[in-house]
């Protein structure tokens, strides 16, 4: 026979012999009070015949298996109940109808790449793992659990990299081999955004446009270019220092502003150099910021929106377009068709 353990939320079920009636009953010299004490299933309040003997809860066995759902039989040839917690429970009708309650309903995903460009979408970036990480940057909770290949799950970690760091999207492992999204926001970065708030009051009634060249200038005043050195945002925000950094913290300050700022920023590589595709006027445009920074001495004459063709030469050969577009629709359903 399968034999298991039994454990339900905070509820430690006494199996022992049951005195029969209500309020208060005798047997073999024990008396039996019936017990008020509340009783919860997995948090949820459920209601079954219980009794006080000795301090103690005792439950009708048949009860509890109908409430918590494992199989339990009389084995007349060795004198023995048995219980087996792999199977489910059989009704005999000699139970007292207890309120179980109703299963948690499985999350059904909306169908969000109805919305989005279809070129987008192959064996790896998959309709359904658009959907679930969609549902979580739109929803900014956890996504339903989906079934993922290792391809698609691979390449969803670099998706989850690409549209946002604050919050941040993490791929988290479920049940039975499913995974699903979750947004949250680093308590390594909250400082950062706190230290930002002054600055962003001052992006108010600005067009996107506007807005995001004020937050070029602003991190542009915090980072000196440095090949060899890295400052995250939390470095590059946290004070008023001018700090060293190379393209991947200008594209990363950039993605964390516009974060804060609800302006679509995705980040891009290619084999040597980092930058960022932002969504502006309902327009998807290139933003290097490293050049912007190192390649003009007057900002006001400085180009900071570009067209991809205007990017030239192998150090803008993306490694992976495909994440981009992606990572594209995922912001902003339909903005790539």
Known sequence: MKKGTIVYGIICFMLGAIVSGSGIAYA?????????????????PVEVDAYLINGNNYFKLR????????????????????????VGYTPEGTEVAVNKPEPEATPVLTAHHEQANPAVFNSTYTRE??????????????????????????????????VGC???????????????????????FGDAAAACQSFLGTLAGKSDSDKLYAIACHICDRLEYDAGSTATPRVVFASDSSKKGNCMSY???????????????????????QWNEVYVNGEWHSVDL???????TDRGSATLLHT?????GSIFEQTEPQLTRFAKELLVPGSTK
């Not at 073999?28 to 949820?44: D, Q, R, Y």
């Not at 009860?63 to 339990?72: E, K, N, P, R, T």
Request: glycine share 6%; charged share 15%.
């Open 166 to 188: 604050y919050p941040s999207y993490n791929l988290k492992s479920g049940a039975n081999g499913t995974a699903y999204f979750q947004a949250a926001y680093s308590s390594a």
């Open 251 to 273: 594209a990363h300050s950039l993605q964390f502003l516009c974060d804060l700022a609800d302006i679509p920023c995705v980040l891009v590589h290619s084999s040597t150099h």
């Open 308 to 312: 991809a063709s205007e990017l030239q």
């Open 290 to 296: 490293t050049s912007f920074d190192i390649g003009y």
């Open 63 to 86: 009860d509890i298996a109908a409430l918590v759902d494992f199989g339990v039989t009389w084995n007349a040839a060795s004198g023995t109940v048995d219980i087996d917690t792999m």
């Open 129 to 162: 793992a658009y959907d679930a990480l969609r549902e979580c940057i739109a929803n900014g909770g956890d996504s339903a659990p989906i079934s993922m290949s290792a391809d698609t799950r691979t390449a969803m970690m670099s998706a989850t990299t690409a």
């Open 28 to 44: 073999a010299g024990v008396m039996a009070e019936k017990s008020t004490t509340p009783f919860f299933l997995n948090g949820t």
